[in-house]
């Protein structure tokens, strides 16, 4: 029996000095890596405290405190490396390594860490979404912004740029939706420029395209969306060529109103003239010829018309 006790009491011993010697190795392996992040060596840091968290688990409840140590700083150094990356233009690469941030903070318990990382990594589409429209990959932009809104949809400005990359990629449903959210959260006199500016830009590719009745409808949405001179110009220029009169006086009009002073005033006029002469609108258009004869340009002819008109 004394024997047996002996066996027994020398085994319970040599696990005791078993288990310390296992602690003081994990203890060791986490003080090197905390060395090692200290030093900027964040890669080498990691695979050091995911060693010293293995160790502690094999360990058991004894190494608890070691562990959780491990947990607090494994997330982070992930977030961290992922930022490393994003700099250097690493973007899927950062981004695998965000998530696995957030992977490891829900497996830690870590909820709110896990929210950093996912709000960074829209972060990181939205750095992305910027050099691809820099470089004009229009459609490449638009699809990294749309996974930073997907991410983060309170994000007014990555909906502008959305809605910058979507139009200049021919992506127009998409680009007035992301326009529509930029303005609901706050942006919207720039996004309602924008989108205005996107229309008018379409209406004069469509009027050059001799395409005047989709060119007026682009026009009309772009004053709709916000009134400019610009827009009302290319309704009635391309009113007159597809020979809605009616409508070109209508716009001439407006774009007078807005733009008084404008270098082609006298030009927009006299087009104005000679729409309220196709209407019938004779004292009207004699108004107008009268307001433009002192240029030389238009002089002799609106001498002629004022006259004939009398």
Sequence with gaps: MKKIISILVLSLLMFGAASAQDMESATNQYNDALMTMNSGDKVSALAGFEQALQDAITIGPEAADLAN???TVIPKLYYYIGQD???EKKYEEA????QKAISKAKEFGNTEFAQKASDFIADIYLGQGNDLIN???YKGASDAYAKSVKINPNNAMAFLRLGMAASRSGQEDLAIEAYGKASALGQKKTADAQLSKYFVMKSNSLRISKKYKEAMEYAKKSSDVQPNALAYKLYAISAISSKDYKAAAEGFKEYLKLSPNAKDADAMKFQLATSLEKLGEKAEAR???QQ??????FKEYALSRVKALS
């Design 135 to 137: 470089s004009k990959d």
């Design 292 to 297: 433009i004869v002192k240029n030389p340009k």
């Design 69 to 71: 140590n491990c947990k």
């Design 85 to 87: 990356l994003a700099k």
């Design 95 to 98: 981004v695998a390594k965000e």
């Design 287 to 289: 108004k107008y010829y």
